[in-house]
């Protein structure tokens, strides 16, 4: 079993819909999470940090669920510039190696 | 302020043969991660440099191996190329000494193809 795992997708979804991405981690001890974006053949970039308590940011709202190891994002109103893949991401407390998901594709059409 | 650099941004080599990948840090930036992302999946973890050693590994075989310099420069040596070595790798940095809620900055990445 992947230490992160997530759905590949892709998501086909039209301009303006709301969209949410899950996400399920193995290790219980991991200690911070966070959404990256990749865009195609491009580095991934931090798109936000998630937090207990939930937290927003625009359009883009993330969630953590310690207890039952599992994070979402979601994304309202969906832009054409959204079309990315989308990688789950968490740490240990051992450092702060990166563990990803594999990703999960999200295409927003006109 | 420059990020993340690396190069070469391509590369094709044949089995057997070694390689060895450049990447500079983000200016203020001392710890350098490297990760290997095969095609359609998320990158995975190698190793991090941290004071010119390595502080952590991911599970990679012997073959992966690196160094970091006193600039903090650091690079990734691959020796005895397979096929499934064929993947983008990917530098990150990130400042001295951070736990795991500090962010990671990417490098574009090196394309390497194994032939």
């Known amino acids: 079993r992947k230490e992160v795992e997530q759905d590949p997708g892709p998501f086909n979804v039209p301009e303006g819909a709301t969209v949410a991405f899950n996400c399920t981690y193995s290790n219980s001890a991991s200690q911070s999470f966070f959404w990256y974006r990749q865009d195609c053949r491009k580095e991934p970039k931090l798109l936000m940090s998630?937090?207990?308590s939930g937290n927003e940011d625009g359009r883009f709202t993330a969630q953590l669920n310690r207890a039952s190891q599992y994070i979402s994002l979601l994304i309202r109103d969906s832009k054409l510039s959204d079309s990315a893949t989308y990688l789950c991401?968490?740490?240990?407390?051992?450092?702060?190696?990166?563990?990803f998901g594999g990703g999960t594709r999200l295409m927003v059409k006109p | 302020d420059a990020g993340v650099t690396q190069s070469p941004t391509h590369l094709i080599k044949t089995r057997g043969q070694q390689v060895t990948l450049r990447c500079s840090p983000k200016?203020?930036?001392?710890?350098v991660s490297w990760y290997q992302q095969a095609l359609g999946q998320g990158p995975q973890f190698i190793f991090q440099y941290y004071e010119e050693e390595e502080r952590q590994r991911g599970n990679f075989p012997d073959r992966f191996s690196g160094h970091q310099f006193p600039n903090y420069s650091s690079e990734l040596n691959v020796n005895a190329l397979l096929l499934g070595d064929s993947a983008l790798y990917l530098c990150?940095?990130?400042?001295?000494?951070?736990?795991?809620?500090?962010?990671?900055?990417f490098g574009p990445g090196t394309r390497l193809t194994v032939l």
């Open positions: 991401v968490v740490t240990s407390n051992a450092g702060n190696m990166l563990t």
């Open positions: 990150a940095s990130s400042p001295t000494g951070s736990p795991g809620g500090y962010e990671q900055f």
């Open positions: 200016s203020g930036h001392d710890t």
């Open positions: 998630v937090y207990s």
